[in-house]
C-alpha cells in the first residue's frame, strides 16, 4: 500500500509558478510510475504528467507542454510538478498517482492522494 500526500498548492496570479510535491509512505517509489493529474469543477479528471519508475521517461499533456516540468527524488520518496507561466485556466485540485513499474504515458492508477487546490488568478 502506497499514501501519497500532495503539498505546495495556492493561490497565485496568472504568470506566477508554483511548485506541487507528492510524497509517498508506506513503500519506496522508485519502483512506481508517477503521475500528476487535475479536475476542475463540473470537469472530469485529465492526465497532465506523468514520469516512468526509472525517471528516464516524461510524459506532458499538450496544454502545459513548456510550461510543467515533472521529477522525482528517489531518496526523498518525492515527486515534483514544476508550474510555471500559470494561467487562470489551469486552476484545479491537482492529484498525485502512482502504478507500480509505470510508464510515463497516461494509463490506470492505483494510488491516489487526497488533492490540493491550486487557484490562478487573472
Known amino acids: 500500500q502506497v499514501q501519497l500526500v500532495e503539498s505546495g498548492g495556492g493561490l497565485v496570479q496568472a504568470g506566477g509558478s508554483l511548485r506541487l510535491s507528492c510524497a509517498a509512505s508506506?513503500?519506496?517509489?522508485?519502483?512506481?510510475?508517477m503521475g500528476w493529474f487535475r479536475q476542475s469543477p463540473g470537469k472530469e479528471r485529465e492526465f497532465v504528467a506523468g514520469?516512468?519508475?526509472?525517471?528516464?521517461?516524461?510524459y506532458y499533456a499538450d496544454f502545459v507542454k513548456g510550461r510543467f516540468t515533472i521529477s522525482r527524488d528517489n531518496a526523498k520518496n518525492t515527486v515534483y510538478l514544476q508550474m510555471n507561466s500559470l494561467k487562470p485556466e489551469d486552476t484545479a485540485v491537482y492529484y498525485c498517482?502512482?502504478?507500480?513499474?509505470?510508464?510515463?504515458?497516461?494509463?490506470?492508477?492505483?494510488?491516489w492522494g487526497q488533492g490540493t487546490q491550486v487557484t490562478v488568478s487573472s
Open positions: 498517482a502512482a502504478r507500480l513499474w509505470g510508464g510515463s504515458q497516461p494509463g490506470k492508477y492505483d494510488y
Open positions: 508506506g513503500r519506496t517509489l522508485s519502483t512506481y510510475g
Open positions: 514520469i516512468s519508475w526509472s525517471g528516464g521517461s516524461t
